[in-house]
């Protein structure tokens, strides 16, 4: 079974910038359709980001703009590059991993979606 382990995380002020790197092992990225998600004190998981194997990409509207998600096969490596980071971005984030293909014209956004999880990687944005 595939394992992810997130790292990166850490404490910014407004305005700074992330990135996020979520490794995987027992498997090749390449076969994986993958995301971004976050859960914020006292919410629901949210996705962030996402991207199919195929590297098509989907992004929360709150995120657009400011963040980007890409991966490197070579590394076997899933990355979120954050930028313009605000205080609401404050959050615990996980990758995430289903094996593909799952037909999806976008990637999906939503947590259900996805079998395998790292154990997330804090990041705070301070005022």
């Known amino acids: 079974q595939v394992q992810l382990v997130e790292s990166g995380g850490g404490s910014v002020q407004a305005g700074g910038s992330l990135r996020l790197s979520c490794t995987v092992s027992g498997d090749r990225i390449s076969v994986y359709d993958m995301g971004w998600f976050r859960r914020a004190p006292g919410k629901e998981r949210e996705g962030v980001a996402a991207?199919?194997?195929?590297?098509?990409?989907n992004y929360a509207d709150h995120v657009k703009g400011r963040f980007t998600i890409s991966s490197d096969r070579d590394e076997n490596t899933l990355y979120l590059q954050m930028n313009g980071l605000k205080p609401a971005d404050t959050a615990v984030y996980y990758c995430?991993?289903?094996?593909?293909?799952?037909?999806?014209?976008?990637?999906?956004?939503?947590?259900?979606?996805?079998?395998?999880w790292g154990q997330g990687t804090q990041v705070t944005v301070s005022s």
């Open positions: 991207i199919t194997y195929t590297g098509r990409t």
């Open positions: 995430a991993a289903e094996r593909a293909p799952r037909g999806w014209i976008l990637p999906s956004l939503q947590p259900y979606e996805y079998n395998s």
